[in-house]
């Protein structure tokens, strides 16, 4: 287990929510090569914390029903205290990644990993990943089938819900 003080490493864990359909489908389908459907997380003291319909969650690390993730990323090292974080990320929760501003392409996963990353480490995470929601967008069959995907809230099961009272619940 990690010490309440001193670096710690940082990681962003990257899925394929695809399970590789997009890589063999989207060239067809969207008219360009997509590599995957990104979900991403941040690892950092011992746990795993992503973002979706919920709001804020947390678990073990690879402990999602996504189970282990596509590729891992160390993004860096940090010196914020864990008591810090959890600060932060409780009042992230209350102002902008509640899940009712879930919104699966301008304010999801990936947002938040974003904006925990350069929190925890001054770095952002690959633009490949931020930037697919435009990228899929940018086509005709993005733009035919966004008032459907519009409506689609993605949240993996397994995780523990975090509320600023208790931290993880």
Known sequence: METAEGPHLVRLYVYDMSRGLARRLSPVMLGKQLEGIWHTSIIVFDEEFFYGREGITSCLP?????GEPDSVMELGITEVTEEIFLEYLSSLGESGFSGESYHLFDHNCNTFSNEVAQFLTGKKIPSYITELPSEVLSTPLGQALRPLLDSVQ????GGNIFNRQ???S
């Open 62 to 66: 690879g402990r999602t029903m996504l």
């Open 154 to 157: 993605i949240q993996p099961a």
């Open 166 to 168: 208790s931290g993880p």
